[in-house]
Structures are given as structure tokens and as C-alpha cells.
């Protein structure tokens, strides 16, 4: 009995040990895993730099794009900055490319290529959205201190960002700002209303419209403008 016991004993004490270096063993092949990983998508990136500049510019992306199959101006272009949390328009940094590419567990153009449908999902989810549609604003404020864009990049960006969900809004919304004469720029708060607005107002009735309620006063003119 004693025997058996002992040998009992001495299984358990073994296991701790066995349990420790498959652990170990575990944890070494996927460190090594996750540094291949970085590798390629480190590689990736300077297939894309500038050598000068150190960055991916917008020739880099414009290669790049072609390499995915995606026209540069395609909103899924905006969405990728969005993931990689891009500050610099028409710019990547080697941080910013590891951020994006780490996080859609993409580390060649193919598997790049399959996760820009999933990114498109991710990004269309309610909060998410939001998140992006701020984002977008922020990107094109490309001087220090500045917090507005030009009617016609406002028009530009939200045919891009919200055109493919509200088509009919954003349609008459960039003909009234082409158009009138009053704004030049268009700043966050008159961003952020441009999204309320089509996410809330019947259109094309807009018999829900209370220029009663916080809306930007260029919204109100709109509103006029199209009630004519």
C-alpha cells in the first residue's frame, strides 16, 4: 500500500512540472507566432513607405489601394485609418499600421482583402458608427487649431460617409450647401447635426422637423429651402 501511495505522490508531484513546461512551451510558440506575425505586417509596411519620410504617403496608399482592389477615395479606405486611428490625412505611421492591422489580424493583402468586409460591419454598428462618423470629421482638419472644413470637402465627406445609407438626404442636403451663400465651412456641431438629422427626420415629408429644438441654424435653412 505504501508503494502504491508513493507512487501516487510521485505521479502528482511530476504533473506540476509537465503542466509547467507545456505551459512554457505554449507560451514560446505563440510569442514566436506573434513576432512572425509583426514581422509580415512590418514588412507590409515598408513595401508601402516612403524611405525619405518613413511613412506610408498618398502614393503609398494609392499603391496600396491597388493592391487591395479598392479606388483610394472608397469610404472602406476611411474605415482602415478609422481602425489604425490615423491622425495624419493621406498619412500612416508604422504605430498606426501595426494598430490596424494587429487589431483585423490581417498580415498579408489577401488576408487584408478578407477583413475589410468585416471592418465594414464593424464600423456600421451604432456606437461604432458614431465613433467613425466623428472620426471622419477630425481626419480632414488637417492645420493646427483649425475645427471647421470647406463647404465643398463637407459635401464631399458626406456623400462618402453617410451617402450609401441616405442617399435621398444627402443628395439635397449638398445641393442646398453648394448653393447657398451664407456658410463657407461647416464645423463639428453642424457635423453631428447633419447625422441627427438623417437619423430622425421623416424625409422627405420632414414633418417632424421643430426648428423649436436644438438643431444648427443651417439645418433650419435647409429645411426652409426645401419646403419651398
Known amino acids: 500500500m505504501r508503494r502504491s501511495s508513493t507512487r501516487k505522490s510521485g505521479q502528482q508531484a511530476s504533473n506540476p512540472v509537465n503542466s509547467s513546461t507545456s505551459s512554457d512551451l505554449f507560451r514560446s510558440a505563440s510569442s514566436k507566432a506573434v ?7 512590418d514588412h507590409l509596411f515598408y513595401a508601402y513607405a ?18 487591395v ?10 474605415m482602415l ?3 489604425m486611428k490615423a491622425e495624419k490625412q493621406g498619412y500612416f505611421n508604422l504605430e498606426e499600421w501595426r494598430r490596424g492591422l494587429k487589431a483585423l489580424r490581417a498580415d498579408t493583402i489577401s488576408k487584408l482583402k478578407k477583413a475589410l468586409p468585416e471592418l465594414e460591419k464593424e464600423v456600421m454598428r451604432p456606437q461604432n458608427f458614431i465613433d467613425f462618423y466623428t472620426y471622419s470629421f477630425r481626419y480632414c ?5 483649425q475645427k471647421s472644413i470647406d463647404i465643398e470637402s463637407a459635401c464631399e465627406l ?5 451617402g450609401f445609407q441616405f442617399r435621398p438626404q444627402i443628395n439635397k442636403l449638398t445641393e442646398f450647401l453648394k448653393n447657398q451663400h451664407e456658410y ?4 463639428m456641431d453642424q457635423w453631428m447635426g447633419f447625422l441627427r438629422f438623417c437619423n430622425e ?8 422637423y421643430d426648428a423649436m429644438l436644438a438643431w444648427p441654424l443651417v439645418l433650419d435653412n435647409f429645411v426652409e429651402w426645401m419646403r419651398q
Do not use: Q, Y
Open 35 to 41: 513576432s512572425k506575425e509583426m514581422e509580415r505586417i
Open 50 to 67: 516612403d524611405k525619405a519620410s518613413g511613412m506610408i504617403d498618398p502614393e503609398g496608399i494609392e499603391s496600396f489601394c491597388s493592391d
Open 69 to 78: 482592389e479598392v479606388d483610394h477615395t472608397d469610404v472602406r479606405i476611411l
Open 81 to 83: 485609418a478609422w481602425k
Open 141 to 145: 482638419l488637417t492645420e493646427d487649431k
Open 158 to 162: 458626406l456623400d462618402l460617409v453617410l
Open 184 to 187: 463657407k465651412v461647416i464645423n
Open 201 to 208: 427626420i421623416n424625409f422627405p415629408s420632414l414633418d417632424n
